[in-house]
């Protein structure tokens, strides 16, 4: 507009205050104009390319109203497409009715429904359940729209299934806690920024913050690991000065439970077993995100990782020989040593592992099961 447009930058500038097109509303009407523009082409590629497959999530957005997200693929010049078509507000989130809102919309939008060849959506009951669900619906009225359970949201599932081991639950559980207790006041923000510039001087800027584990996608848990592990020194330093607080007493209690949880031999040795355990899964996770991807890859890079989780499994020792070295370094720089915990002969309400030494009790404790 500054230079290339000079009629549309007249316009702006040079029209009286009434015709500047600056209002909310004015703002509103134009981003809606260009939302049905980008719909038009969207619309007018799929009747060229005649088929199309539908993909649907049901969520609840920050007003707290239920919506369903409707998308589109299809294939153009060889080259798949996947294209948010709205969202469409729902009322009902029973299986009838979510289908019943899925095909008016497709209809209302002009699209012929006898061309639609596949559908994908969550392992929800009401989305991919077998009689009274939406997949059910509409296979029943459109035979040839095979359903698919989406990828990433059954790895997803197994991920977090896995990870359901008490002592990698209660890490997930920790990080999630240190992460909002230091970036939710603008001073611990600072102290730890602080921290982080002293204790871990050539962390790039993009992990300089602390990333909050995402409760849903396995990608962003990876990534939130990682970014910890490596800023873990000013973690510690933040709570430690964080606990001496003498003016908010909940603060200190609050840092001072934080810091003695992080500095559990259980913690450490969890993270760094599920720093190395998703590190096998991300470059899945990355590859079932991408809309060009086919089954035929999928697959193929699924079974990579089932193999690469197999030897691992066989070759445990190995594995976690390094793992546990690790953690046996990242301990010495607080001159506290490694710890088994406590155990008597009878366990009522955790597993009794047999020891050999340290690192057999926690491979066998935490990675062996993991795994």
Known sequence: MEATDKQTSDLFFKAPHIASYLSWRVQNQIISLMGDAIQKQILSDISQCKYFSIVANE??????????SLFVRFIKDTKVYEEFLYFVPVSSTTGNDLASTILTQLFQLGLNLEHMRGQGYDGARNMSGKYCCVQARVKELYPLAMYTHCCNHVRNLV??????LPVIRNAMATISDVCVFLSRFAQRVSIFQDNVEREVPGSASSRQKLKPICATCWVERHDSIIIFVTLLPAVVSTLEELQQENK????ATKAATLFNSVQKCTFLIAVLVMQHTSGIILPVSKLLQKKELDIFAVIERTDSVQDTLRQNRSSCENLFHKIFDQAKNERKKYDTPLLIPRRCKSQTFRDSYPSHGHEHFFREAMFVPYL
Do not use: C, F, G, P
């Open 159 to 164: 991920s977090s299934t896995s990870s359901q």
């Open 59 to 68: 969520t609840t957005d920050v007003s707290q109203t239920e919506q369903l």
């Open 248 to 251: 908010q007493v909940e603060v």
